[in-house]
């Protein structure tokens, strides 16, 4: 007679775990949003933006690179604004297949974004006619990446992602690094280490679900 599953003789306790750590670590890979998308299309534009700030106002006011004015700045605008649309369309996709306390902690987490960068932008408005140009451009430049480290930090310690954490700590560290070397090398570093930094967490964490 030819034996049915039920019939099948039972994993020993070494194999049963590691088939729930198989699937586990399967249904975490399947939930997870991509990491390439996540982070890629912002560290491209800090890469980008970055780079074309410190072309055109570098360290003490020198220009490598005669470009327009309104230029870098309409190009990291535009950037990051391709950059939102891209992970709001991939984290959507995702949050589409989650309900409850994950998906709450998801959305707070992203209108937290809205909210602060909104909050900091009119703060900064209010103090950037009475600054140097060049500081101004620091303040602003200055602040955005220490939030963007800070909340980075947030969601870390929220869903327990010490890559998130540590890519919110490096970002918060070459942005210290940056504003004490001044206008046009914050841009530099920004640039190079902040974008580059992205990039290679999207790598990363793409090769880890892999």
Do not use: C
Not at 14 to 24: F, G, V
Not at 33 to 48: E, I, K, N, S, Y
């Amino acid at each position: 007679m030819t034996p049915i599953d039920d019939d099948a003789p039972p994993l020993d306790p070494a194999e049963s775990l590691a088939l729930i750590e198989r699937e586990r670590h399967n249904l975490g890979r399947d939930l997870a949003p991509d990491p390439r998308m996540m982070f890629w299309p912002w560290g491209l534009a800090w890469l980008v933006g970055f780079a074309l700030f410190f072309l055109r106002f570098g360290p003490d006011g020198r220009v490598f690179v005669d470009l327009p004015e309104w230029i870098p700045l309409s190009v990291l605008a535009l950037l990051m604004i391709t950059a939102g649309i891209v992970t709001g369309v991939a984290g959507s996709r995702v949050s589409r297949r989650i309900s409850g306390p994950s998906s709450r902690q998801g959305i707070m987490y992203g209108v937290s974004w809205s909210v602060a960068f909104t909050a900091f932008s009119i703060l900064f408005a209010q103090f950037g006619n009475v600054l140097p140009e060049d500081k101004a451009g620091l303040l602003w430049a200055g602040g955005m990446v220490a939030l963007t480290g800070a909340l980075h930090m947030a969601g870390g310690a929220i869903w327990d992602d010490r890559a998130l954490f540590t890519l919110g700590a490096w970002t918060s560290a070459i942005n210290i690094i940056g504003i004490l070397a001044g206008p046009g090398w914050h841009s530099l570093i920004v640039a190079v280490a902040g974008g580059g930094g992205m990039i290679a967490a999207g790598l990363i964490g793409w090769l880890r679900l892999r």
